[in-house]
């Protein structure tokens, strides 16, 4: 299920909690409705929101931290493609076939990391990325400038290809159905709370169905951010397309 049916569920749950709310009321008797019962359910009530929205507010914490992380290693990948493309050329005529494979890798790896809208197909590195590595340690250096530069070349593609694994395993998302679940429950139990005490018109229900559409909204951005590569907030590829484009120069 995508991120945006997910939220939308969520808010129907949470919402629908409301409306029971507003309908248990009218089945109560008035003894139920008396100041000590509602100081009861507004204690209750009050540890279970603090629960929600402590862990509400860690989650959304969590998932920009994460989303930011990911962005910076889609940059430091950038950066470091090409500064091993320029330290290719300076090696000389004999790094021309390595620069080219560098740069089929390149877009191997955008491709993979953004598909298309009608490919999907999974983010792990492939065979063929590899070739990179094999055809730096095939180099035969003549110069100790050209040793110093394969040297420094193959630490390089061996930190791209940390990078590129670790991008591909961060792919599926970190949010548990259960998790997310529980969390539901809690909102969905503390708007019932809400409507349960207040007498229903069209202001109180409009009140509740924008608070239930925020929380919704909050559990979207962090289902979003989760999966930085899928759905509507994605992470940039700018970075290793301007790259790409350099490389070979």
């Known amino acids: 299920m995508s991120s945006l049916a997910t939220s939308w569920v969520v808010f129907g749950v949470i919402f629908g909690g409301a409306l029971l709310g507003l309908a248990l009321r009218r089945l109560l008797p008035d003894h139920h409705l008396e100041s000590e019962t509602k100081d009861?359910?507004?204690?209750?009530?009050?540890?279970?929101?603090?629960?929600?929205?402590?862990?509400?507010?860690?989650?959304?914490?969590?998932?920009?931290?994460?989303?930011?992380?990911?962005?910076n290693e889609v940059a430091?990948?950038?950066?470091?493609?090409?500064?091993?493309?320029?330290?290719?050329?300076?090696y000389g005529p004999d790094a021309a076939p390595v620069r080219e494979e560098l740069r089929t890798t390149v877009a191997g790896m955008i491709d993979q990391l953004w598909p298309g809208p009608h490919d999907r197909s999974a983010a792990e590195?492939?065979?063929g990325s590899e070739q990179l590595y094999d055809r730096l340690q095939s180099l035969s250096p003549k110069t100790d400038g050209q040793r110093t530069i394969q040297?420094?070349?193959?630490?390089?593609a061996t930190d791209v290809g940390q990078t590129r694994k670790l991008l591909?395993?961060?792919?599926?998302?970190?949010?548990?159905?259960?998790?997310l679940v529980?969390?539901?429950?809690?909102?969905?139990?503390?708007?019932?709370?809400?409507?349960?005490?207040?007498?229903?018109?069209?202001?109180?229900?409009?009140?509740?169905?924008?608070?239930?559409?925020?929380?919704?909204?909050?559990?979207?951005?962090?289902?979003?951010m989760d999966q930085p590569f899928d759905g509507m907030i994605r992470l940039s590829s700018d970075p290793l397309r301007r790259a790409l484009e350099q490389l070979g120069r």
Do not use: C, Y
């Open 76 to 90: 430091q990948l950038a950066a470091n493609v090409a500064l091993l493309d320029r330290g290719l050329a300076h």
């Open 182 to 224: 529980v969390m539901t429950f809690w909102f969905a139990a503390l708007f019932a709370s809400f409507s349960l005490f207040a007498r229903p018109n069209a202001t109180a229900v409009m009140a509740l169905a924008v608070a239930a559409l925020s929380i919704a909204g909050a559990i979207f951005l962090i289902l979003e």
């Open 40 to 71: 009861v359910v507004k204690l209750g009530m009050g540890l279970v929101g603090a629960m929600a929205a402590l862990v509400l507010g860690l989650l959304t914490a969590s998932a920009k931290s994460s989303f930011d992380a990911q962005r």
């Open 125 to 127: 590195p492939t065979v």
């Open 168 to 179: 591909a395993a961060q792919k599926s998302s970190s949010m548990q159905p259960p998790f």
């Open 151 to 156: 040297a420094t070349a193959i630490k390089i």
